[in-house]
């Protein structure tokens, strides 16, 4: 038998180690994912634990704004309550930037252009100061008319971002009653914006520009409100979370007399001048007059460029003339009284003749009479107002005395009533502030020339009315101020070194100016008893201006009241003695009724 050879069976299988290679990838990506999990676990812990208020909040601000809403400015009162500044109510037109895209704007600024009367740069402006992505609205017009407010719901379809508004606008019912005083109100542009932001203050609100509205300010203006709202990535709202009401402005009550105030005013008229009423014992202003005058009205909203060209024509109306320098003329002649009597040099009972003129150093000193009025007195040299007695008792008693009374008397300085921002602190000149202005040394007839007034010598008429408040109250010099409180008087004013006997002559001298002096006309047996002096201020190459400052009763003040008519070219017994008379007659009738 045969056999067949044995031959091994040929294995197709790889004999490579396999165990566990299966398994080896999944292995690996479970450790990739470990890893990453961890690590985004690790910063989500972080972002949650550490940072989790921090985030929350800035996801909250992206989506919750404060629609401000501007508050109603407080009001101005006078001493008795009564409406000096006020609100009306009326509509105001703001635009809202991030609601809209800006490729849109330019149609919308366009038809609001149309509807309002505005230039559509002006409204661009004001669009691009804000930012297109900013969500505080931005004001373009405010008080518009009724008509305008119709327009402007009926196209409200097509004014997308654009919303009317109810507001509380400045109102003076008054006119240009005490514009001076009370000033006027308008919007801050982008500079004073930057100025005041740190103090609260938003785009398009309005600022006390003048007068007590500046003054106050602080007081007037109150706190913004405003709704809380949610909105969308767009800047649309999606509902309203919560309303913050303004806080409105605080009253202002002022020492005016809103009665006082409207005499005095029609007592100067159309004049070119100032009146000043205080109370002589505390220094209360009860009346402020300054003209020419404005409408503060025409600031609470749009004014127009025919209006501003108006005011601009005007001999400015802006200006306060109650606290503007002028010559004071011879109602200075308190002063230097005062000197004479204060420096010792001169006795009470002191008489000089008085002449024509005084001649110094080849120039010739003119009495205003050109004549003289004999031997006088202290008394009679006020009453009939003798600049020949004046010159020599200015050269017995040289400039230093006489100098130093006038800024005792505040000449010289500011007043610190509270409106004084732009007031003049007047000039009381020396040897050194003449030798820098004008290159020469101080001479007698300086001294002569300041003696009644004149010279280089500048008061403002509420200087003035200072002076002679110091010579009504027995010697007191007072702070001018127009808030209202119920401070003690003696907070308000502080003597000034008098004599009894120098306020007894001052006092007897100007009742002489009514009884039997230069301002006779007054001496009205209708009235208390009057006590003043008149003035007439040479002004080349213009006008003389006419002073006269008087008050009533004389024995026992209530009532002071300065007289100034710039350009006049009468003097104070004619021109302006009858405006203080017509001022105190109707005190004293207020008071008796």
């Known amino acids: 038998m045969a056999l067949i050879p044995f031959s091994a069976p040929v294995s197709t299988r790889d004999t490579t180690r396999t165990v566990g290679r299966d398994y080896q990838a999944v292995v690996l990506m479970a450790i990739l994912s470990l890893l990453l999990l ?15 208020d921090a985030n929350r909040q800035l996801a909250e601000n992206n989506r919750i704004r404060l629609l401000p809403k501007r508050p109603a400015r407080g ?11 006020g609100n009306r109510l009326s509509h105001s037109v703001t635009l809202w930037p991030i609601a809209l895209p800006k490729s849109q704007w330019p149609e919308v600024i366009r038809r609001l252009s149309t509807l309002l009367n505005i230039p559509t740069e002006d409204i661009q402006t004001k669009l691009e100061q804000a930012g297109y992505s900013s969500l505080e609205a931005v004001s373009i017009a405010r ?13 409200s379809a097509e004014l997308p971002a654009v919303r009317l508004e109810a507001e509380a606008v400045r109102s003076y019912p008054n006119g240009d009653l005490a514009a001076h005083v009370l000033g006027y109100t308008g919007e801050l542009t982008q500079e004073e914006l930057q100025e005041r932001q740190d103090a609260g203050y938003r785009l398009g609100d309005v600022v006390g520009r003048m007068g007590a509205e500046a003054a106050f300010e602080a007081d007037l203006r109150g706190e913004w409100g405003g709704q809380q709202v949610e909105i969308d990535s767009s800047g649309r709202v999606l509902r309203v979370l919560g309303d913050k009401p303004a806080i409105s402005g605080e009253d202002v009550q002022l020492t005016l007399d809103i009665e ?19 109370d002589p014992n505390n220094g209360a202003v009860l009346a402020m007059v300054s003209r020419p005058a404005f409408d503060p009205n025409i600031f609470s909203t749009q004014i127009t460029q025919a209006q501003w060209q108006q005011l601009q024509s005007a001999s400015y109306p802006f200006l306060n003339r109650a606290l503007r320098a002028y010559p004071p003329a011879s109602t200075f002649k308190i002063v230097t009284t005062s000197a004479a009597l204060e420096s010792g040099r001169y006795s009470p009972g002191t008489v000089l003749p008085t002449y024509p003129y005084v001649q110094v150093g080849g120039i010739q000193f003119w009495d205003w009479n050109k004549a003289g009025f004999g031997p006088l007195g202290f008394t009679g040299a006020m009453a009939m107002s003798s600049d020949t007695f004046f010159y020599q008792i200015a050269m017995g008693i040289k400039r230093a005395p006489l100098i130093e009374w006038t800024r005792r008397y505040g000449f010289g300085q500011k007043t610190g ?28 007839g300086d001294t002569i020339n300041m003696s009644i007034g004149q010279g280089f010598l500048q008061a403002t008429p509420l200087q003035v009315a200072g002076m002679f408040a110091i010579a009504a109250n027995g010697g007191y010099r007072v702070t001018p101020h127009l808030l209202h409180d119920q401070e003690d008087t003696e907070d308000w004013r502080e003597p000034i070194g008098l004599s009894p006997t120098t306020i007894d002559i001052l006092q007897k001298g100007l009742r002489r100016v009514i ?34 400052g008087g008050y009533i009763p004389a024995a026992d003040p209530e009532i002071l009241v300065v007289a100034f008519a710039e350009h006049s070219g009468g003097g104070g017994s004619a021109v302006t003695a009858p405006m203080v008379k017509q001022v105190l007659a109707a005190y004293v009738n207020g008071q008796s009724q």
């Open 38 to 52: 961890g690590g985004f676990g690790s910063r989500l812990a972080y972002l949650q634990l550490m940072q989790g």
């Open 75 to 85: 009001s101005l009162l006078d001493r008795e309550g009564r409406l000096l500044a």
């Open 143 to 155: 008080g518009i008319s009724p008509a305008q407010a119709t327009a402007l719901a009926e196209y």
């Open 260 to 278: 006082i105030q409207k005499v005095a005013e029609a007592a100067l008229g159309d004049q070119v001048g100032a009146i000043v009423a205080l």
């Open 417 to 444: 009533i509270e409106i004084g921002a732009d007031e003049s602190a007047g000039l009381v000149p020396d040897n050194a502030w003449k030798i820098e202005n004008v290159g020469h040394e101080w001479t007698i």
């Open 515 to 548: 009884t039997s002096g230069t301002a006779r006309a007054l001496n009205d047996a209708n009235l208390p008893p009057i006590a003043g002096k008149t003035g007439t201020a040479e002004a080349p190459p213009g006008k003389s201006h006419a002073w006269f």
